[in-house]
């Protein structure tokens, strides 16, 4: 699962990707890719669930709402094998994602779950959230778009809330592909997420970057102080 060819942003689940400074892509091309790909990227996405330890880890962090975690899943695609894994844990999980194609398949998948078609750049629901993910889909954004995204996650975080995602190791833009489109992925600096994350309220709890049990992916988990 590594999305790791020079830059190494981070995995995309086997997609090929290549640090290409002449390439111009505008980044507004992500979701009409998903539209256009996701569905048969989901059909052949690993759900071996490398995932799971990090997961457990944010699971075991995170505070409860009434004996259950509230859990915000961000760019949530199709929901398998995340969100599945994430309701068997008995949480009460909302997905977003801004491809109708994906959240779609997201709600066929987790019926239980709430679907939520929506960019999550400037996204405000007006709810708490004990857990909120954004893994494998905020590097998709511009870095101008994820520095703002610290007051979404402010936004939308309870109390002693837990944040979990991923990022490349270093800042920089890659190009990825996915089906027969290229895919577009940047990150910022480990120090820039540091700072963005303490001004909208999260300590860091840790970085791994590359952290090649869980496919290379360079991982984040934050939680709000108050």
């Not at 669930?49 to 760019?75: I, K």
């Not at 400037?122 to 511009?142: K, M, P, V, Y």
């Not at 809330?161 to 270093?170: D, E, I, M, N, S």
Request: proline share 7%; with cysteine.
């Amino acid at each position: 699962d590594a999305f790791a060819v020079m830059m190494r942003i981070g995995p995309l689940d086997g997609m090929p990707c290549r640090r290409l400074e002449w390439l111009t892509m505008d980044p507004d091309d992500v979701i009409p890719a998903y539209d256009r790909e996701g569905p048969a990227w989901a059909a052949t996405r690993d759900r071996r669930l490398t995932e799971r330890p990090w997961l457990d880890r944010a699971l075991m962090l995170a505070p409860r709402h009434a004996g259950r975690r509230r859990v915000l899943d961000l760019g949530c695609g199709a929901g398998r094998p995340i969100a599945e894994y994430l309701l068997d844990r008995n949480c009460i999980l909302t997905g977003v994602d801004a491809s109708r194609p994906m959240i779609e398949l997201f709600a066929r998948v987790v019926p239980r779950a709430t679907a939520l078609h929506a960019d999550m750049r400037g996204l405000r629901l007006g709810e708490e959230f004990d857990l909120i993910l954004a893994w494998d889909s905020l590097f998709h954004l511009t870095p101008e778009a994820q520095r703002e995204m610290g007051a979404t996650f402010a936004a939308h975080a309870s109390p002693r809330a837990v944040l979990l995602f991923t990022t490349g190791p270093k800042a920089g833009v890659a190009i990825g592909r996915i089906g027969r489109s290229d895919l577009y992925h940047a990150s910022l600096d480990p120090d820039e997420y540091r700072a963005l994350l303490d001004e909208a309220g999260f300590e860091v709890l840790g970085f791994w970057p590359e952290e090649e049990a869980c496919g290379g992916r360079s991982i984040w988990l934050a939680r709000r102080r108050s």
